[in-house]
């Protein structure tokens, strides 16, 4: 069973960097042929698709974020980063890590795995 946890601070100040980790278990994040991405919810809105980094290290990411997100990976330690740039309070969300067998997740489904969700709000 693949199991994945998000971490990462709750709380980030305008103008800095959001960074989170998402630990995977149960499985590589090297497994052909997997996508591992990055999906984020704010209060009121749809899910919204970040980017994702490939079983094999290729990055991808939205248009409308590319310019503020790294996506990253340490294979040694199973783990996936996001690093989000210049936040404001319309980055606070649940922030998800997940899964799937598609470059870009908008919903869930069972062939996904997702972890539970970490809240972040962007504050001073």
């Known amino acids: 069973q693949v199991q994945l946890q998000e971490s990462g601070p709750g709380l980030v100040k305008p103008s800095q960097t959001l960074s989170l980790t998402c630990t995977v278990s149960?499985?590589?994040?090297?497994?052909?042929?997997?996508?591992w991405s990055w999906i984020r919810q704010s209060p009121g809105k749809e899910l919204e698709w970040m980017g994702a980094i490939s079983y094999s290290g290729n990055t991808y990411y939205s248009p409308s974020l590319k310019s503020r997100t790294s996506i990253s990976r340490d294979t040694s330690k199973n783990q996936f980063t996001l690093q989000l740039s210049s936040v404001t309070p319309k980055d606070t969300a649940v922030y998800y890590c997940a899964r799937a067998n598609r470059k870009v997740v908008t919903s869930k489904t069972p062939s996904d795995y997702w972890g539970q969700g970490t809240q972040v709000t962007v504050s001073s």
């Open positions: 149960g499985g590589s994040i090297t497994t052909n042929y997997y996508f």
